[in-house]
């Protein structure tokens, strides 16, 4: 299991606001944990946080999560002080009616709820429909607009007001997992690599990324600015082991079964050769996924920076992706971690790349 520092570090990066555009508060905790076990550390005019082991040494091996999640933002102020707001990535509208929120104001965070109209005052057609999201407001408990100014202003992100829980055994739930979930895989890497920086034989670059959820803005300008020549990306995947999945279509994965190494024309065939060739060396258990295509995460960015980078990518598995309580397996986090770690002792100046 991870240690009780990293699963302190990963509560209190998860408790961080941080939708994409808005991803400074969970950045500022990244960069505080990470920077003690690297040899730089910086942040881009994007926001992006970079942390550096051997910056000079080639071949260069990047990293990427991003910390960015889905969320709100404040569109429009009613009359009689009901907030109307966009969303922030790809959310499931139906799931969005009746939870609570935060609003991260200038003035610090601010409680409110989600409303609709009952479903006593719907007609039965009404009943059937999932509503548009300007049919939605967030509701903060004041009187006229005039009040909700003074505590609200547009542009305003609000996230859900929902945390981690420990369920049964290693398995926790939390908004945010996608993807703070890889952003702590890439600084949990840089530690435990930290006390072993002389045996290496390349460099590494681990980054925190943002902008994910709306079109992997974050991988793409810092792929091109850190130059690597391995770039593998740590993301969420579907898990597969619940009701109301057809395997047929998505393939089988399931929660505490190790790292998801992805196959398909995104990725590197001699990077995943040399995953799985790692994984089975150190006796970790893996999973397989097959993409025939681009993947939507930010090994997409990374393979088509500059002249083309060498992509990986293994997802994490994860049930109920972009709701509020998404579930993984902490064992899953630790053996992704252990991979990486086997894998960054296995590249030098000799490993070939060339399909």
């Known amino acids: 299991m991870i240690s009780s520092d990293a699963?302190?570090?990963?509560?209190?990066?998860?408790?961080?606001?941080?939708p994409s555009g808005y991803e400074q508060p969970a950045q500022a905790v990244w960069r505080d944990r990470?920077?003690?076990?690297?040899?730089?550390?910086?942040?881009?005019?994007?926001?992006?946080?970079?942390?550096?082991?051997?910056?000079?040494?080639?071949?260069r091996v990047l990293f990427t999560g991003h910390c960015d999640e889905l969320g709100f933002q404040i569109r429009y102020i009613d009359d009689n002080g009901f907030l109307?707001?966009?969303?922030?990535?790809?959310?499931?509208?139906?799931?969005?009616?009746?939870?609570?929120?935060?609003i991260h104001t200038a003035n610090g965070p601010l409680p409110g709820v989600i409303g609709k109209r009952a479903i006593h005052l719907m007609s039965p057609d009404d009943r059937k429909k999932v509503p548009e999201i300007h049919e939605l407001w967030i509701d903060i408990g004041v009187a006229d607009k005039a009040e909700a100014q003074s505590l609200v202003s547009i542009g305003d992100p609000a996230t859900y007001d929902h945390s981690f829980k420990p369920?049964?055994?290693s398995l926790a739930s939390s908004r945010a997992f996608d993807d703070r979930a890889g952003a702590f895989i890439v600084s949990e890497v840089l530690r435990?690599?930290?006390s072993q920086k002389s045996a290496l034989r390349c460099g590494v670059v681990g980054v925190s990324?943002?902008?994910?959820?709306?079109?992997?803005?974050?991988?793409?300008?810092?792929?091109?600015?850190?130059?690597?020549?391995?770039?593998?990306?740590?993301?969420?995947?579907?898990?597969?082991?619940?009701?109301?999945?057809?395997?047929?279509?998505?393939?089988?994965?399931?929660?505490?079964?190790?790292?998801?190494?992805?196959?398909?024309?995104?990725?590197?065939?001699?990077?995943?050769?040399?995953?799985?060739?790692?994984?089975?060396?150190?006796?970790?258990?893996?999973?397989?996924e097959a993409e025939p295509r681009g993947t939507g995460t930010d090994a997409n960015a990374i393979q088509l920076a500059r002249g083309g980078i060498a992509a990986g990518l293994i997802g994490l598995p994860l049930r109920y992706m972009h709701t509020p309580n998404e579930v993984i397996d902490l064992e899953d986090l630790d053996q992704t971690a252990s991979l990486l770690v086997a894998f960054l002792k296995r590249i030098g100046p000799d490993t070939n790349l060339i399909p």
């Open 7 to 18: 699963l302190q570090f990963l509560q209190s990066f998860l408790a961080c606001p941080s």
């Open 34 to 59: 990470t920077a003690p076990f690297v040899d730089r550390i910086e942040t881009d005019v994007h926001g992006n946080s970079m942390a550096w082991i051997h910056p000079d040494t080639r071949p």
């Open 84 to 102: 109307y707001f966009a969303t922030i990535g790809g959310h499931d509208i139906g799931l969005v009616p009746g939870r609570t929120v935060t």
């Open 167 to 169: 369920l049964r055994g």
């Open 192 to 194: 435990r690599v930290s």
């Open 209 to 288: 990324t943002v902008q994910e959820e709306i079109g992997l803005r974050g991988a793409t300008t810092s792929a091109f600015s850190t130059s690597p020549d391995i770039g593998i990306a740590l993301d969420v995947t579907h898990a597969t082991d619940h009701p109301d999945v057809d395997k047929r279509k998505v393939g089988e994965v399931r929660l505490g079964g190790g790292p998801v190494i992805c196959r398909g024309a995104n990725i590197n065939p001699r990077v995943f050769t040399l995953l799985v060739e790692t994984a089975k060396a150190e006796s970790i258990p893996f999973q397989l």
